[in-house]
DNA sequence: ACACGCTTATCTACCAAACGGTAGATAAGC
DNA sequence: GCTTATCTACCGTTTGGTAGATAAGCGTGT
């Protein structure tokens, strides 16, 4: 066990992985304007100097951050995808996708903050979030295709109440996020 | 008219609506973090110490900014009222609401950038968002009491689709906001 | 009409703190 | 002892905010 005091020195891979968690939970909970250079380096327990030999801006860090989190639920939902299709697959499909995002409290509001924020053509995250929402709702829409009339309405929809639902449960945390997706997939899913 | 360059000299009250209005867009534009004190200032042609002449502090002039947005509002919300209830006339009034958003994109903005940007307890409008949406939804709750079997999950699920549709709306403007509120309406709405 | 003077909206000049980032010294671990 | 992760010290800029000077607009008296 290392001192507590002093300096940490640590494998350049295992550093970045710490670095890059501590931020997505202070970005989660005060958005990347919110959020300064130095508070991202002491919340690994060191200097600005030092985090920045990791990365080379805190933009930089930024896009980090979001390209980790991609690479992590890439691998989840590629477990999850399944060959079936209809309206009853897509909602465990979206079912279990919900479940996982109660667990993941700090992740959700880190996405749900950033997109909002990110609404701002200057932003530096604004660019990831157009396309990488473009091709999740061309995904969605995609598997809605066989069953659902209006798959492009459709697919438009659910991910607004979902990003509603996530935002609302953030703002309010007695909000019981499983029952009320239930509840709009009852009607969501009803042939 | 007054020379086009030299200072400006304004009554005060209509100085302070000049200000507001200027402060909604740029906020709309940005985020409350995004601006800063000398932007609210030289958007409306003055200095930073002119404009803190009106409102003691930056975030003051946030608060400020909110609660007239509040008063505008009200009123026109308060035209809308209607005494009769049930499925039909909730949707239309809703649809209204609706309506009136879509032809006010910055203001949808405001509200939806900052109210994600206000998640966060530190932000100095949290609370400001803490209990107006919570009026928001006992209001919505209320009206929907005599009709629907579970006022408590309609409220927050309407108003977590509207929220959602509002930030999607926003990241992609052709969205068709009407369209997208119809099909929602046409499942929520049915007996 | 015009000048004078009062009120106060606005400005110029300034400040301390916080920010993102850089250069070079230092030490941790193999 | 060598590599390099980390630190100390510093810089230029931007930020929110303050103190005191300046002038715009109005009322009033002649």
Redesign the interface.
């Known amino acids: 066990m290392p001192p507590a005091t002093g300096r940490r020195r640590l494998p350049l891979a295992e550093r970045r992985e710490e670095i890059l968690k501590a931020a997505t939970e202070l970005i989660a ?3 990347f ?2 959020v300064t250079l130095e508070a991202f380096a002491e919340a690994c327990g060191m200097t600005k100097a030092g985090l920045l030999h990791h990365f080379r801006s805190r933009d930089d860090l930024l896009i980090a951050v979001l390209e980790r989190r991609d690479e992590l639920d890439l691998t989840t939902v590629v477990d999850t995808l399944e060959p079936v299709s209809g309206p009853a697959a897509s909602r465990i499909v979206m079912t279990r996708f919900v479940r996982r995002n109660l667990g993941q409290r700090s992740l959700v ?1 880190l996405y ?2 950033l ?3 990110a ?2 053509p ?2 530096p995250a604004h660019d990831y ?2 396309t990488r ?2 091709e999740g709702r061309a995904m969605l829409e995609h598997s809605l295709l066989s069953w659902h009339p ?1 798959p492009d ?2 697919a ?2 659910l ?7 996530q ?2 449960w ?3 945390p007695d ?1 019981d996020y499983l ?2 997706w239930q ?2 997939a009852g ?2 899913f ?1 042939v």
Chains 1, 2 share one sequence.
């Open positions: 909970a005060s958005g304007k919110g509001q749900t903050v997109a909002a924020e609404v701002d200057a932003h979030f157009r929402l473009r209006r309405l459709a438009v929809e991910l607004a109440f979902l990003d509603g639902l935002l609302n953030l703002r309010d909000i029952a009320q509840s709009f009607r969501f009803a």
